[in-house]
C-alpha cells in the first residue's frame, strides 16, 4: 500500500518534529507563512511576496536582538536563495514553515493553513504545526461504481489516493462476461497489464446483474480485509450510487463503517472535492480522542488535578506535572518563565526576548510523555487559551 499523487516536496515526520522541539540556538527563527496550491495566487506570484515582507521582518527583529545588519542579513541567506527558486513556489502546500539558526535551514511543507508570522527566541516555534502530530485520527473513504474503486486515506487536513494491490476495478474485472454462461468467474490477479487470470466456479451461478455487482463489491471488501482492514477500527466512510453502497453494506464485514455516506456518483471527482465532502461526516468519529480527554478533564474538575490557569500550567509542563494539555489553535501566551526560581512572567503583549509558552508548554509535555489536543476556541474547558489534567 502506498499513497498516490504525492508533490515531490519534504514532509515533516513525527521523529524529525520530536528532534526540532529539542532545537537549542542563540538565535532560532521560525517563519510561517500560509500558500497556495495553484490559481491566481500563484500565478502572480502573491505568496512570494508577502515571503519577502516576512523575510524583511526576521532581519529587522534580528537587529532588534543586537545583531547587525550586515550579520542578520546573512544569517537568512538560505530562505532569501529560496526567492529565486522559481520551481519551488510551484510545489506548495498549503503551509510552509522555515526553521532557521546557526548552521540550520529547513524548510518544511505541512498540509495546513498557517498564520503569516516571524517568531525568534532560543528553541523553534512549532505549536503552529504540533497538530500533525497530536490527536491526529484517521479515516477512510471508498468510493465505488459498477466500472471502478477507489481508496483514500485522510485525516483532518486532507486525504490520499491509497494503491491497493489486486483491488478490483469494476464488475468486468471480477466477472469475465463470455464465461457468464458457464457460471464461472473471472478474477484478474492485478489491475495492471500482465496480470495473471484466475477462475473460480461458484456452483448454481449468478443469475444476474444484481448478484454479479455483489460478487464484485464483496471481493473488493475481501482485498481490503486482506490488505489494511483486517486490523482496523478506523471509520470507513462510503461513497457512490444509493444501491452500490446498499450491497457493499451487507457484504461487507467491516464493523466500522459510517452510517453517513456520500450518495451519487463520486468516480470522477478529484480528492480535494472529495474530502471537502467527506470530512463533515467523519468529523464526529475523528474527534473522538480529544473528547475522551475533554471529559476526563470536566470529571476531575471539582479536583486539584485540572487547572485552566496559565500562571499554573505554564510552570507544572517544566516539572513534568502534565499528564494531558490542552492549548488553543493559534493562540500565544508571551513572557519567560526562570525553571531554576520557578518564576514566571507574562506579557500583555510580546516584549524582546520574550517567546510564546503555550509553545513552551507543548514542548514540554510532549516531551515528558504527556498528550496534547489543540482545540478550537469554543473547544476549550472554561474559555481558556491552556488547560491541563495534572499528574499530581
Same mark, same amino acid.
Given at each position: 500500500?502506498?499513497?498516490?499523487?504525492?508533490?515531490?516536496?519534504?514532509?515533516?515526520?513525527?521523529?524529525?518534529? @520530536?528532534?526540532?522541539?529539542?532545537?537549542?540556538?542563540?538565535?532560532?527563527?521560525?517563519?510561517?507563512?500560509?500558500?497556495?496550491?495553484?490559481?491566481?495566487?500563484?500565478?502572480?506570484?502573491?505568496?512570494?511576496?508577502?515571503?519577502?515582507?516576512?523575510?524583511?521582518?526576521?532581519?529587522?527583529?534580528?537587529?532588534?536582538?543586537?545583531?547587525?545588519?550586515?550579520?542578520?542579513?546573512?544569517?537568512?541567506?538560505?530562505?532569501?536563495?529560496?526567492?529565486?527558486? @522559481?520551481?519551488?513556489?510551484?510545489?506548495?502546500?498549503?503551509?510552509?514553515?522555515?526553521?532557521?539558526?546557526?548552521?540550520?535551514?529547513? %524548510?518544511?511543507?505541512?498540509?495546513?493553513?498557517?498564520?503569516?508570522?516571524?517568531?525568534?527566541?532560543?528553541?523553534?516555534?512549532?505549536?503552529?504545526?504540533?497538530?500533525?502530530?497530536?490527536?491526529?485520527?484517521?479515516?477512510?473513504?471508498?468510493?465505488?461504481?459498477?466500472?471502478?474503486?477507489?481508496?483514500?486515506?485522510?485525516?483532518?487536513?486532507?486525504?490520499?489516493?491509497?494503491?491497493?494491490?489486486?483491488?478490483?476495478?469494476?464488475?468486468?474485472?471480477?466477472?469475465?462476461?463470455?464465461?457468464?454462461?458457464?457460471?464461472?468467474?473471472?478474477?484478474?490477479?492485478?489491475?495492471?497489464?500482465?496480470?495473471?487470470?484466475?477462475?473460480?466456479?461458484?456452483?448454481?451461478?449468478?443469475?444476474?446483474?444484481?448478484?454479479?455487482?455483489?460478487?464484485?463489491?464483496?471481493?473488493?471488501?475481501?482485498?481490503?480485509?486482506?490488505?489494511?482492514?483486517?486490523?482496523?477500527? %478506523?471509520?470507513?466512510?462510503?461513497?457512490?450510487?444509493?444501491?452500490?453502497?446498499?450491497?457493499?453494506?451487507?457484504?461487507?464485514?467491516?464493523?466500522?463503517?459510517?452510517?453517513?455516506?456520500?450518495?451519487?456518483?463520486?468516480?470522477?471527482?478529484?480528492?480535494?472535492?472529495?474530502? =471537502?465532502?467527506?470530512?463533515?461526516?467523519?468529523?464526529?468519529?475523528?474527534?473522538?480522542?480529544?473528547?475522551?480527554?475533554? =471529559?476526563?478533564?470536566?470529571?476531575?474538575?471539582?479536583?486539584?488535578?485540572?487547572?485552566?490557569?496559565?500562571?499554573?500550567?505554564?510552570?507544572?509542563?517544566?516539572?513534568?506535572?502534565?499528564?494531558?494539555?490542552?492549548?488553543?489553535?493559534?493562540?500565544?501566551?508571551?513572557?519567560?518563565?526562570?525553571?531554576?526560581?520557578?518564576?514566571?512572567?507574562?506579557?500583555?503583549?510580546?516584549?524582546?526576548?520574550?517567546?510564546?509558552?503555550?509553545?513552551?508548554?507543548?514542548?514540554?509535555?510532549?516531551?515528558?510523555?504527556?498528550?496534547?489536543?489543540?482545540?478550537?476556541?469554543?473547544?476549550?474547558?472554561?474559555?481558556?487559551?491552556?488547560?491541563?489534567?495534572?499528574?499530581?
Amino acid at each position: 500500500m502506498k499513497p498516490l499523487n504525492k508533490k515531490n516536496m519534504e514532509i515533516i515526520t513525527k521523529q524529525e518534529f @520530536e528532534e526540532l522541539s529539542q532545537h537549542q540556538s542563540e538565535y532560532s527563527i521560525s517563519i510561517y507563512l500560509p500558500v497556495h496550491e495553484s490559481g491566481v495566487e500563484v500565478n502572480e506570484k502573491q505568496d512570494l511576496i508577502v515571503f519577502r515582507n516576512l523575510l524583511s521582518q526576521a532581519v529587522t527583529e534580528l537587529m532588534q536582538h543586537g545583531m547587525p545588519a550586515q550579520k542578520a542579513a546573512q544569517f537568512m541567506e538560505p530562505a532569501t536563495a529560496l526567492i529565486k527558486d @522559481e520551481t519551488f513556489w510551484f510545489r506548495l502546500s498549503k503551509g510552509l514553515v522555515l526553521l532557521i539558526s546557526r548552521d540550520f535551514f529547513k %524548510a518544511l511543507h505541512v498540509p495546513i493553513s498557517v498564520k503569516a508570522g516571524v517568531y525568534i527566541n532560543s528553541s523553534f516555534h512549532l505549536s503552529p504545526i504540533v497538530q500533525l502530530f497530536c490527536d491526529c485520527p484517521y479515516f477512510y473513504l471508498l468510493v465505488l461504481s459498477k466500472k471502478s474503486a477507489s481508496f483514500y486515506r485522510g485525516n483532518r487536513y486532507g486525504m490520499d489516493l491509497l494503491d491497493i494491490e489486486g483491488l478490483p476495478q469494476g464488475v468486468n474485472d471480477v466477472i469475465h462476461f463470455e464465461e457468464k454462461s458457464e457460471r464461472k468467474l473471472f478474477r484478474m490477479a492485478g489491475t495492471g497489464v500482465g496480470g495473471h487470470a484466475s477462475y473460480h466456479g461458484h456452483g448454481s451461478g449468478l443469475s444476474d446483474e444484481k448478484e454479479y455487482i455483489s460478487q464484485y463489491l464483496k471481493e473488493v471488501g475481501q482485498t481490503l480485509e486482506k490488505e489494511i482492514l483486517a486490523n482496523e477500527q %478506523a471509520p470507513l466512510l462510503l461513497a457512490g450510487v444509493e444501491y452500490i453502497v446498499g450491497i457493499f453494506k451487507q457484504v461487507s464485514h467491516y464493523k466500522h463503517i459510517v452510517e453517513a455516506s456520500l450518495t451519487g456518483s463520486y468516480e470522477h471527482v478529484d480528492v480535494s472535492s472529495l474530502f =471537502q465532502k467527506a470530512h463533515p461526516l467523519v468529523k464526529p468519529y475523528i474527534q473522538q480522542n480529544s473528547k475522551k480527554a475533554l =471529559q476526563n478533564y470536566y470529571n476531575q474538575l471539582t479536583t486539584s488535578l485540572t487547572s485552566s490557569m496559565p500562571d499554573k500550567v505554564i510552570p507544572a509542563s517544566y516539572y513534568k506535572q502534565i499528564s494531558t494539555l490542552f492549548v488553543e489553535q493559534d493562540a500565544h501566551v508571551w513572557g519567560k518563565f526562570d525553571e531554576d526560581n520557578n518564576k514566571l512572567e507574562i506579557n500583555e503583549t510580546k516584549h524582546i526576548n520574550d517567546e510564546c509558552l503555550i509553545n513552551k508548554a507543548i514542548i514540554n509535555t510532549l516531551k515528558n510523555g504527556g498528550e496534547v489536543y489543540v482545540l478550537e476556541p469554543e473547544r476549550m474547558p472554561n474559555a481558556a487559551v491552556i488547560a491541563a489534567i495534572l499528574r499530581f
